[in-house]
């Protein structure tokens, strides 16, 4: 993603593709939990909830290795979530996105979630899609 929308650790320091093992620790001390898959032994995939209060739940930081992709994988690692959001007891889980991946919010739109607004953020270079599942 990061070279189709031209992004740099200057432009986007926050975008997933820059991920530093600094920015897992710090989110597992804010209570975020990781959550990975595994495929004969090697980690193919990730996905990570933070809880936000008042019911709501963050889907984070969704990834599977390129050769592992469209074999189901993201799938299993989002339901994963959405099935320990509601062992919490939260009512919803939102994700945000790059707003112009549309194959992207199709791809969250056929598993459930629903768009709740685009907003451009003056540090980012593109805008961001919200999408929200109720649970």
């Keep these: 993603m990061a070279e189709k929308y031209n992004l740099n650790d200057r432009n986007c320091p ?11 620790r710090k989110a597992m001390n ?3 939990q990781f ?4 495929h004969q032994n090697e980690m193919i995939g990730c996905v990570a909830l933070e809880e936000a209060g008042a019911g709501l739940g ?13 074999n189901g994988y993201g799938s299993r690692l989002v339901r994963y979530v959405l099935e320990e959001a509601i062992r919490r007891g939260l009512d919803r889980v939102s994700i945000a996105v790059i707003a112009e991946q549309s194959e992207l919010s199709q791809w969250y739109e056929r598993r459930g979630f629903l768009q709740t607004e685009v907003r451009h953020f003056e540090h980012l270079p593109f805008n961001v899609r919200f999408m929200e599942i109720k649970l």
Excluded at 14 to 24: A, G, K, M
Excluded at 58 to 70: D, F, M, N, S
């Design 30 to 32: 804010r209570g975020v």
């Design 35 to 38: 959550y990975y898959l595994l």
């Design 14 to 24: 926050t975008h997933p593709s820059f991920c530093r093992e600094d920015w897992i």
């Design 58 to 70: 963050y889907l984070e930081r969704l990834a599977v290795l390129p050769e592992y992709q469209k």
